[in-house]
């Protein structure tokens, strides 16, 4: 059982930017694509970015292409999520999850997921 911990969110104005890490309790992390996905009111779930076991690879949504950064630290068991030049339209609770197998955008394939971490982007 891998257990997730984002933190990191919180209120920005637009052009601003926030850092989101997810810690996990898992030693096995390394072994783990890591995703980060988001959920804005009254809208689905959506994939955000995607980084491979290695960090080598690395996928993200139109949306946030050029803005927003995924890296993993596998010592520190960690993932983060650069969000820079926020907009509006960034504004959902950011989730972090893993899967056991290659990086995806398929939210259907994560296995764990944390608890999600509300980002707020003021106009």
């Known amino acids: 059982q891998v257990q997730l911990v984002e933190s990191g969110g919180g209120l920005v104005q637009a052009g601003g930017s926030l850092r989101l890490s997810c810690a996990a309790s898992?030693?096995?992390?390394?072994?783990?694509?890591m995703g980060w996905f988001r959920q804005a009111p009254g809208k689905e779930r959506e994939f955000v970015a995607v980084?491979?076991?290695?960090?080598?690879?690395?996928y993200y949504a139109d949306s946030v292409k050029g803005r927003f950064t995924i890296s993993r630290d596998n010592a520190k068991n960690t993932v983060y999520l650069q969000m820079n030049s926020l907009k509006p339209e960034d504004t959902a609770v950011y989730y972090c999850?893993?899967?056991?197998?290659?990086?995806?955008?398929?939210?259907?394939?994560?296995?764990?997921w944390g608890q999600g971490t509300q980002v707020t982007v003021s106009s």
């Open positions: 980084i491979s076991w290695s960090g080598a690879r690395t």
């Open positions: 898992e030693r096995t992390f390394s072994s783990y694509a």
């Open positions: 999850a893993a899967d056991n197998g290659i990086a995806t955008p398929d939210s259907r394939a994560y296995d764990y």
